[in-house]
């Protein structure tokens, strides 16, 4: 069961790669036009102020600047997306020194693997009864584009969508099957965690966000019942034992019958069939240790 996701809008701008030059060619090129612009007014200045060779300077100096301007270093596990006037125009993603052009505004987006641990959300579960739950969320940025463009706050947005496919979750499912066949919160984990991240796949898909692994950190009663669910679950254990008891017993007494009967050790009626039962049973199933009784007179007395 996963929650409707309301419809996002197509994008029109999923990712893609920049075109981008090596950075390091590029960088021995601007340091080489800094080094020409630098010895083009020195001698401007020791020849008597020519104009020509401080206007040449100067041009290499904004060649100089505009080639330097358009270097960008990637670092492994980020990526940068390139925006001229204000339209996309690709993601760089190869790590190193890398050159765009110089014009175009950068923007870093973090690729790495990011755990997210929601806050410890009180909900009622489909029974009405009030749980405390809290989950880590292993994600990434896959779609750099979208993670830019699409949503405000990618980190921010994952973290309103975790607590909410949270909080859906647990109000879908029981804290406690009690025996029966149904999904529980309790003893269907894998399940549950399954279930939980495709929701929140489903509701992260349009931020360009890939789930790896959800995972419950905190699944409990609310404090105000935890004692009164502590002991129906403490009832419900010692009943459970107490019924594998009586069976027990009453296969040792059905058994302990057809071997007599079997055997010919004794010929029992039905009326000391019925004692002999009672009788064993009360050895079988009683809590406390039961003392025995030596009859010394007949089977009858």
């Not at 036009?33 to 102020?49: D, E, K, N, R």
């Not at 987006?109 to 410890?120: F, G, K, M, P, Y």
Request: glycine residues 6%; contains cysteine.
């Amino acid at each position: 069961m996963t929650a409707p996701v309301p419809a996002t809008p197509s994008q029109t701008m999923p990712e893609r790669s920049a075109r981008v030059l090596p950075g390091i060619p590029l960088l021995i090129f601007g340091i080489a036009l800094l080094i020409g612009a630098a010895v083009l007014l020195w001698l401007a200045v020791h020849q008597h102020g020519s104009a020509a060779l401080a206007w040449a300077g100067a041009i290499l100096i904004l060649a100089a600047l505009f080639t330097l301007r358009g270097l960008t270093p990637v670092a492994p596990g980020r990526a940068h997306v390139v925006q001229l006037f204000g339209q996309y125009r690709g993601t760089v993603r190869t790590p190193g020194l890398q050159w765009v052009n110089p014009f175009t505004n950068r923007i870093a987006v973090s690729t790495r693997v990011r755990n997210l641990e929601s806050a410890l959300a009180k909900v009622n579960d489909a029974d009405g009864n009030p749980i405390e739950i809290a989950a880590v969320v292993v994600w990434q940025v896959q779609d750099t584009a979208h993670a830019t463009y699409a949503v405000d706050d990618y980190t921010h947005f994952v973290a309103i969508q975790a607590e909410t496919a949270v909080r859906h979750i647990a109000s879908s499912y029981p804290y406690d099957s009690r025996g029966t066949d149904l999904l529980s919160l309790r003893d269907n984990a894998e399940e549950i965690t399954e279930r939980l991240a495709a929701e929140l796949s489903e509701r992260v898909k349009t931020a360009g966000v890939h789930v790896i692994e959800t995972r419950l950190t905190r699944l409990s009663y609310a404090p105000e019942i935890a004692q009164a669910m502590l002991r129906q679950q403490q009832a419900s254990a010692v009943v459970a034992a107490r019924q594998r008891i009586v069976e027990g017993a009453v296969g040792m007494v059905r058994m302990a019958l057809q071997r007599l009967d079997e055997e010919d050790v004794v010929e029992l009626d039905e009326e000391r069939k019925a004692a002999m039962v009672s009788n064993l049973l009360v050895v079988l199933c009683s809590e406390q240790a039961t003392q025995q009784v030596v009859n010394a007179g007949s089977l009858y007395q």
